[in-house]
Structure formats: structure tokens, C-alpha cells
């Protein structure tokens, strides 16, 4: 089993900053991406920017120049370095880890989300 949870969201005023990170643990092989979405009620989850093991980044157009996605200091986790902030940009933010597990072949793990809210 393969466990994701996410830390760091919170308030901040537009034009702020935060800094989100998640931490994938369990039977793990091999993470091949760990990204970030995020999700506002009545709305599908949307991409927001991974990084690949090979550590090739990509990021959604909106959010380009303003969020940082690099891996973590400790083994399978992943940062994401939040930047000038917008009102649009509150949501609740989830991890995805596409990992091979030790009982399994690749598969996403997502975290439990957590929320940033930007107000105006």
C-alpha cells in the first residue's frame, strides 16, 4: 500500500506565498511523477504541475512563472513553491504520485487535499 498526504495549505492575501509538500510511504519501488491538481466545488480536478523522476517539469499555462514544483530533500516527496497568488487560485489541493509498488505495477496514489484559500 502506498500512502500520500499532503501539508502546507492555508490563507494568504493575493499576491502571497505558500509553499505546499507531499510525502509519498509504503511498499515503493519506483515513483515515475509526482504532481498537483486542485479542485473548487462543482468543478472537475484540473492539473496544476508535475515533476517526472527524470525531473522534467510541466505546468498548467495559468499558473506558469508563479509555481515551483521540485522534488524534496527527503526520498519521495515533492514541493510546490506557490507565488503571487490569485483570488482563482483557492482550491483544494491534491497530490498525485504514480508509483510502482512492491505488490503492484504503476499506479496514482492521491492524497487526502488540502486547502489554500487567496483572498482578495
Known amino acids: 500500500q502506498v500512502h500520500v498526504v499532503e501539508s502546507g495549505g492555508g490563507l494568504v492575501q493575493a499576491g502571497g506565498s505558500l509553499r505546499l509538500s507531499c510525502a509519498a510511504s509504503g511498499f515503493i519501488f519506483s515513483v515515475a511523477a509526482m504532481g498537483w491538481y486542485r479542485q473548487t466545488p462543482g468543478n472537475p480536478r484540473e492539473f496544476v504541475a508535475q515533476i517526472t523522476h527524470g525531473e522534467v517539469t510541466h505546468y498548467a499555462d495559468d499558473v506558469k512563472g508563479r509555481f515551483t514544483v521540485a522534488r524534496g530533500d527527503a526520498e519521495n516527496t515533492v514541493n510546490l513553491l506557490m507565488t503571487n497568488l490569485k483570488p482563482e487560485d483557492t482550491a483544494v489541493y491534491y497530490c498525485?504520485?504514480?508509483?510502482?509498488?512492491?505488490?503492484?505495477?504503476?499506479?496514482?496514489?492521491w492524497g487526502q487535499g488540502t486547502q489554500v484559500t487567496v483572498s482578495p
Open positions: 498525485k504520485t504514480t508509483a510502482i509498488s512492491t505488490t503492484t505495477s504503476a499506479r496514482d496514489y
